[in-house]
């Protein structure tokens, strides 16, 4: 099996800065993209910012130039560094991830639990 589990979400006031981090671990043969999506109340998910395993990164134009996504493939982790929140950026952060396990030929998508986002004075 394969999780990824996020960390890093919390409480932030307007300008402040947070990171998050996705741990992938499991079976785990290779990861192609890992990306990083958000659902605020009452709102669909969007996709924030994506990064493939060759370092291309693509962006939301809501998030360009406060987030930067990041990877750490020997650890099998992903960032996303969060600069100059505003309180539109407050929503549940979700990681996920295109992996192909041991064994298989195929990438399968997978998802983390989530993480709070809050952006509050």
């Known amino acids: 099996q394969v999780q990824l589990v996020e960390s890093g979400g919390g409480l932030v006031q307007p300008g402040g800065s947070l990171r998050l981090s996705c741990a992938a671990s499991g079976s785990i043969f290779s990861i192609n993209a890992m990306n990083w999506y958000r659902q605020a109340p009452g709102k669909e998910r969007e996709l924030v910012a994506g990064i493939i395993s060759g370092g291309t990164t693509t962006y939301a134009d809501s998030v360009k130039g406060r987030f930067t996504i990041s990877r750490d493939n020997a650890k099998n982790t992903g960032y996303l560094q969060m600069n100059s929140l505003k309180p539109e950026d407050t929503a549940v952060y979700y990681c996920?991830?295109?992996?192909?396990?041991?064994?298989?030929?195929?990438?399968?998508?997978?998802w983390g639990q989530g993480t709070q986002v809050t952006v509050s004075s």
């Open positions: 996920n991830a295109r992996i192909r396990r041991r064994g298989s030929i195929y990438h399968d998508d997978y």
